[in-house]
């Protein structure tokens, strides 16, 4: 997995690159958590290069969420697969994010919001 991470004002776009694994998304939730930690509780991921996600990590994104709400934020994902979205739903947690076809989309919504 590769991690490319951008400031757009209160908002942190991270685009993720290959696969997400129990192995390897632990960097990811750290980045998360760094970031929220910081003040800066606006996180946007862009799945659309994540050629593999499993149950795990599924999992970690949802306490990812949970954390960002937790200090009044949020986090929103751009372009999941539609492997994503089928293991998201398999598992129950689908529902719980907002889906962006664009990072453009995801963090004007949060200035929006603003």
């Given amino acids: 997995m590769d991690m490319e991470k951008v400031n757009d004002g209160n908002v942190i776009l991270i ?22 930690k910081h003040k800066k509780s606006y996180v946007v991921l862009n799945l659309q ?18 954390m960002a709400r937790r200090k009044g934020g949020d986090l929103k994902l751009v372009q999941p697969s539609t492997f994503i979205e089928q293991l998201f739903r398999f598992l129950g947690i689908w529902h719980y994010f907002e889906i962006y076809q664009t990072e453009i989309g995801a963090i004007n919504a949060f200035k929006l919001a603003a």
């Fill in 49 to 66: 290069a994540v050629d593999m996600i499993d149950q795990v990590s599924a999992g970690y994104l949802l306490e990812c969420l949970q």
């Fill in 15 to 36: 685009r993720i690159s290959g696969s997400l694994d129990e192995e390897n998304v632990c960097d990811l939730r750290l980045a998360v958590a760094d970031y929220i």
